[in-house]
């Protein structure tokens, strides 16, 4: 496998956390159910400590207005 296909995997693995913590938090909602909650949080962590380094996404470059840089 390539460098670049591993880059691109993990980039589709970290979106995957994404939407994966925000079900967790929404199944934590439906069945007050803590263990959802924590893995929920966990999840949406790897996206945002994950998201500059590999997505090059940045909330504050967004608000600030300035061009996200593509790589």
Request: hydrophobic share 50%; net charge positive; glycine share 6%.
């Amino acid at each position: 496998m390539k460098k670049s296909e591993k880059v691109q995997n993990i980039k589709y693995i970290i979106w995957f956390n994404l939407f994966i913590g925000m079900y967790n938090l929404y199944m934590f909602n439906e069945m007050n159910s803590i263990f959802h909650l924590v893995l929920g949080s966990m999840n949406i962590g790897v996206w945002v400590f994950c998201r500059e380094k590999y997505l090059h996404f940045s909330l504050a470059a967004i608000f600030k207005g300035d061009k996200i840089k593509q790589r």
